[in-house]
T-cell receptor, first 113, second 111 residues
C-alpha cells in the first residue's frame, strides 16, 4: 500500500500567487482531512470530506482557501491569493470512518515569500 | 482552543530509560489516540484507547486513560534512539468525527 500521497512535497511561491496542493488518499478510505501545522498553532483541521462531500469547512481560514474532492481518489487544497502567513506544512489524512485511525501523508511544506 | 494538551513540552532521556508523556483534555470523548511524528514527516498512528478502557498495551507502549480526570498517559519502555520524535494525543468529541490534536511532546532519546 502506497499510503496517502501528497504533492508537491515542497512549494516556494511569492505572495499573491495561486497555490494548489494535491492529495491521493488510501484506496478504499471514505474520509479525507486537510490539516495545517505551524509552530504557533500546532495542527489545525481545515476541512473534512466524507464520501467526497465536504462535511465541515469551519477550519478554513478565509475565502482565499478552497478545497475540492472530485472523486474518491483525489483532493485539492487551493490558496488564492497566497500570503506569507499561509506558510506552514499542510497535511492530508484519510480514514475508513470519521473518528477512527487517520493515516497521514508526508505533507507539503509551503513557503510564501 | 486545543482539546488535548501534552505535558511536558519536551523530554530528554538516556537510551534504555522509560519515557512518560501526559495528555489532558476538556470535553467528553469517544476515544483518545496517540500519534508520533518524526522530524519532517507526517503523523503515524500509535495506539487508540476507547473511553470505556483504562489501559492498553502495544509492544513497548502502554497507554492509560482516566476519564474522571480527563487525562491520558503514554509510557514508552526501554527507549531507543529511534523513538526520538514528537508525540501527540488526539481526541474526538463525543458524537463528533473531528480529531483535535495537542501541540505535542518532543522526545529526545540520547544514545
Amino acid at each position: 500500500d502506497a499510503g496517502v500521497i501528497q504533492s508537491p512535497r515542497h512549494e516556494v511561491t511569492e505572495m499573491g500567487q495561486e497555490v494548489t496542493l494535491r492529495c491521493k488518499p488510501i484506496s478504499g478510505h471514505n474520509s479525507l482531512f486537510w490539516y495545517r501545522q505551524t509552530m504557533m498553532r500546532g495542527l489545525e483541521l481545515l476541512i473534512y470530506f466524507n464520501n467526497n462531500v465536504p462535511i465541515d469547512d469551519s477550519g478554513m481560514p478565509e475565502d482565499r482557501f478552497s478545497a475540492k474532492m472530485p472523486n474518491a481518489s483525489f483532493s485539492t487544497l487551493k490558496i488564492q491569493p497566497s500570503e506569507p502567513r499561509d506558510s506552514a506544512v499542510y497535511f492530508c489524512a484519510s480514514s475508513l470512518a470519521g473518528t477512527e485511525t487517520q493515516y497521514f501523508g508526508p505533507g507539503t511544506r509551503l513557503l510564501v515569500l | 482552543s486545543q482539546q488535548g494538551e501534552e505535558d511536558p513540552q519536551a523530554l530528554s532521556i538516556q537510551e534504555g530509560e522509560n519515557a512518560t508523556m501526559n495528555c489532558s483534555y476538556k470535553t467528553s470523548i469517544n476515544n483518545l489516540q496517540w500519534y508520533r511524528q518524526n522530524s519532517g514527516r507526517g503523523l503515524v498512528h500509535l495506539i487508540l484507547i476507547r473511553s470505556n478502557e483504562r489501559e492498553k498495551h502495544s509492544g513497548r507502549l502502554r497507554v492509560t486513560l482516566d476519564t474522571s480526570k480527563k487525562s491520558s498517559s503514554l509510557l514508552i519502555t526501554a527507549s531507543r534512539a529511534a523513538d526520538t520524535a514528537s508525540y501527540f494525543c488526539a481526541t474526538d468529541g463525543a458524537g463528533s468525527y473531528q480529531l483535535t490534536f495537542g501541540k505535542g511532546t518532543k522526545l529526545s532519546v540520547i544514545p
